[in-house]
């Protein structure tokens, strides 16, 4: 596609249960960020893969996140035992050289 | 360490009036800045990178190598400029880093 496509845009997950985020980036863009953006607040990093190294994984809050990028193309977002303060918008973006990000519309996570 | 400040969390103008969105960077080496903005329930897209040095929606910055700052203009603001502004820095290694950003109002 011509975007970033993130699924779902929306999801309502009960606490303790795990959720799973998508992210396509665009074709060709070797790095793959998520960040995540909470209400009020500004974005927090999670977690960066570049090409085939290994990614950054200093920004994840918890070991209950984890992520993986398949073929150097869709990423998954993986959240286990989900908290209420997981609750927030999860962006991911890609990227190719230093032309800037461009972000997906976000997947907007509940957790109740 | 914080590569990127922003300052002011909350900025309000009025309209017609100018607008400054403060940024200040460390890197040692040369990076490459750039501007997001968030309007309500859309995306974060590219305002503007400085290696363009081009001007956006009326919008500037200016690189300061001195200063280290990548502060974001706009000599006439506008109520449809009300937005989330966040400065990013690009490593040598592509790697991002964003401010915590900044919530302008335009008061009409």
């Known amino acids: 596609g011509a975007g970033v496509s993130q699924s779902p845009s929306n999801k309502v997950t009960e606490k303790g249960k795990d959720v799973e985020l998508r992210c396509d980036p665009i074709s060709g863009h070797t790095a793959l960020y998520w960040y995540r953006q909470s209400l009020g607040q500004g974005l927090e990093f999670l977690i960066y893969?570049?090409?085939?190294?290994?990614?950054?994984k200093s920004g994840l809050p918890s070991d209950r996140f984890s992520a993986e990028r398949t073929g150097g193309s869709v990423s998954t977002l993986t959240i286990q035992r989900t908290q209420q303060e997981d609750s927030a918008v999860y962006l991911c973006a890609s990227s190719l050289a230093n032309y800037g990000y461009t972000f997906g519309s976000g997947t907007r996570l509940t957790v109740v | 360490a914080q590569r990127v400040t922003q300052p002011e969390k909350l900025l309000s103008v009025f309209k017609g009036a100018p607008v400054e969105l403060k940024c200040n960077y460390s890197y040692s080496g040369s990076p490459e800045l750039f501007w997001y903005v968030q309007y309500s329930r859309q995306r974060l897209q590219l305002l503007l990178r400085h290696i363009s040095r081009e001007s956006i929606k009326g919008f500037t910055a200016d690189l300061n190598k001195g200063e280290t700052s990548f502060h974001l203009k706009k000599p006439f603001a506008q109520e449809e400029d009300s937005a989330m502004y966040y400065c990013?820095?690009?490593?040598?290694?592509?790697?991002?880093?964003f401010g915590t950003g900044t919530s302008l109002t335009v008061i009409p």
């Open positions: 990013a820095l690009a490593d040598t290694g592509n790697q991002f880093y």
């Open positions: 893969f570049q090409g085939n190294s290994a990614p950054d």
